[in-house]
């Protein structure tokens, strides 16, 4: 994940995908769904949650971790110790750790996933409001939950639109998250005309495949943990 004004990496963003002989890969969607389906949705996002760190290592540094969290795991009473059993194990603050959560999520959020919530920010570790626009909540899922940041989907918020246009409607988007005090992640950068005609001056990071190929955690922990 970069930065739109300077280009310095912000953040690693830790996405799983899968492999299969027979069927090829296995994109994040459809690896998801399949999880969701068998009850291992829980099990999936520990165990990426948990090789984010272990490849991060105990860096000093201040980039960024983020990750997705299910309704599953959301909703599973004792959240917030696993995870810190995970950061503790790991050395890894856990003000690194950004848990990106679907808007239709939170908007439908039970009493187990609030206090959930409310004790993954006690720990200090932060929250980003997935797919932001997508759901039914937009604004006032950010009055409620008061995410640590936003990410949008380029592909998701401007479907069938052009690089320009998109990049003017990102840049619309970015403006309005400045304006709320909450940072905005725009994810699908994938096409070079995209990030060539997104506006700089405007404040917002950035990830996708015309800025970085996709690599596995464990291609290069010494870069991570230097970064």
Known sequence: VLASDDGRITAFDFTPKWHDPDLGEIGHCDLSAACDSLGLSGALDEQIIAKACNASGRSQRNTLLVTSLSRQSLETAGLSFRLLSILQHSGVRAGRLVLAIDETVLSTADETALRNLADLRACGMRLALDGFGAGVGGLEAIKQFQPDFIRVSAKAACP?????????????????????????????????????????????????????PRVPATADHAFLRKS
Do not use: C, H
Not at 178 to 190: C, N, R, S
């Open 160 to 212: 069938g639109v052009d690089e320009r246009k998109t990049a003017v409607m990102v840049a619309g988007l970015a403006a309005m998250a400045a304006v709320l005090g909450v940072p905005m992640i725009v994810e699908d950068v994938d096409a070079n005309e995209l990030w060539d005609n997104l506006p700089r001056q405007a404040s917002f990071w950035a990830q996708g495949e015309a800025l970085s």
